[in-house]
């Protein structure tokens, strides 16, 4: 078999990107700045939930730490439509991307971290994530394919993702085995080369003062590991 050159530098890659210990950088210089750049992109309709509690913990917690600046793209409330456009079909040969996406990749870009805050429906993320998901991690901003096998492109960045659920914790972790959290950790996140790591809580179709501590915890563990260099 003839091995070229190129043929095993992009197989260094792969094994690298798939089974390598992945170097995660603290603050980018680039920021001007110490401080760490985070990404929260909020995809829940409800602004009094657990979900909105737990985005209130973080944002508290950052600004006493004062280790990190952050922006907040709501989903719902920016009304963002989640509906891929035949124009931007990458598979296609399309490769259209509007200019708010355009602006939600250079944001992804310059943020050293994100986190991801959205409910379980159907053991997986609401729509409208998807669709941002879809329409803005594309070939050739999140992943490129080489020798027909996907580089992530955006690596040297950390992710964490949180989500709760209404049924029991148990169930979701041991019958699904946390299918609406690992979608975005494994499949897409990792694919383009993102560290990242799942945070859920379970019985929490209601905001209660139970709910809140727990809540409350899981906030403080998720910005540990986000903001740990």
Same mark, same amino acid.
């Given at each position: ?51 909105? /509690?737990? @985005? ?5 917690? !950052? +600004?006493? #730490?004062?280790? $990190? ?75 490129? /394919?080489? @020798? ?5 492109? !955006? +690596?040297? #960045?950390?992710? $964490? ?69």
């Amino acid at each position: 078999m003839i091995c070229y050159k190129k043929d095993v530098a992009v197989l260094a890659q792969l094994v690298e990107h798939f089974h390598g210990k992945e170097k995660v950088s603290g603050p980018n210089p680039e920021n001007g700045s110490n401080m760490f750049k985070m990404l929260i992109i909020y995809a829940h309709p409800g602004h009094d939930g657990s979900h909105a /509690y737990f @985005l209130e913990q973080i944002k508290e917690i !950052l +600004k006493d #730490k004062q280790q $990190a600046n952050y922006e907040v793209i709501d989903l719902y409330a920016i009304n963002y439509n989640p509906v891929l456009q035949y124009s931007e079909l990458y598979s296609a040969g399309r490769r259209e991307v509007s200019p708010e996406n355009l602006a939600f990749q250079e944001k992804i870009k310059a943020a050293d971290c994100l986190l991801f805050i959205y409910p379980t429906w159907w053991q997986n993320m609401p729509a409208i994530l998807k669709g941002f998901m879809d329409r803005v991690f594309v070939s050739g901003f999140a992943f490129v /394919y080489k @020798l027909g096998v996907p580089i992530g492109l !955006l +690596k040297n #960045k950390k992710a $964490a993702v949180f989500s709760a659920t209404g049924g029991p914790r148990l169930y979701s972790r041991f019958f699904v085995k946390d299918q609406s959290v690992s979608v975005l950790t494994k499949d897409i996140l990792a694919f383009a080369g993102i560290k990242a790591r799942g945070f859920s809580v379970g019985s929490s179709s209601k905001l209660t003062e139970v709910n809140k501590p727990r809540l409350r915890k899981i906030a403080e563990k998720t910005l540990r590991y986000l903001l740990d260099k």
